[in-house]
C-alpha cells in the first residue's frame, strides 16, 4: 500500500483486504471435509462432487456476473452489505445441517446456495476500490486484496483442518460468523462511504460518485 494513503484510505483497504481474506477462507472450507462429510452421509466422492461442488461452481459463475451487473446500477456499499448476510446465512444454515444430521441434500443446498452471496463480495468490493482509493494507490490495494485471496483459500483448509475434530459442522460455524463479525465490528462497514455509486461520465469518474444510493 503507498506510503500517501490518506488514513480514511488506508483503513478502507485493510478493511477490503480482511474482507477478501474472511470470504475466500469460506470458498476454501470444503477440501480438508471430503472424506467426513462423505462418510457421514455415506455417499461417493463423485456424487459429493456432482451435486455440491459442480452447482456452486455454476451459481458462483452467475452471480459474479449478476452482481457485478447491479453494483454498477446500485449502492455498492448495501450489495456488499447484502451478499455478506446471504453467504453468512446460508454457511450457518450448512453448519446447522451438519450438526442436527439434516439429509445431504439439505447440507448441499445449503452450502451451493452460500455461492450466491460469497460470488459478490469480491467483484464488488473490487469495485470499492475503484470509487475511493485513488488512482495512484489502486495498484498496491489490488495487489494485496490479490494476496488475500490467495492466502484466505489456504486459511480455509487450514481452519476446516484445525477444527474439524471438534465436529464437522465447527469449521462452517466458524466460517459463518468472522465476516458478520468484522462487518458489524467498529471498523466494519463504516469505514465504506455511506452511499457509493459508479462514477457518471466526466472528469469526476475516475474517483468515482456518492450522489446516489
Partial sequence: MSRSSTPSHLGFIVFMVLLNLIVTADIGLDAPLIVKITELYGISDFQFSLDLYAPFLALTLVFTFF???????????????????????????????????????????????????????????????????PPGERAGAFAWMGIAGLLGTGMGFLLSGLLAWMGVFVPYLIGAGLPSAMSSGRMGFRICPGRLVPAGPGPGADRGSAGRG
Avoid at 103 to 124: D, K, N, Q
Fill in 67 to 133: 452482481w457485478g451487473y447491479l453494483s454498477d446500477r446500485l449502492s455498492r456499499k448495501k450489495i456488499l452489505i447484502v451478499t455478506v448476510l446471504l453467504a453468512d446465512f446460508f454457511i450457518l444454515g450448512t453448519a446447522l445441517a451438519l450438526y442436527r444430521d439434516w439429509p445431504f441434500w439439505a447440507m448441499a443446498g445449503c452450502r451451493v446456495a452460500s455461492a450466491i452471496g460469497l460470488a459478490g463480495v469480491i467483484p464488488v468490493s473490487f469495485s470499492m476500490v475503484v470509487d475511493v482509493v
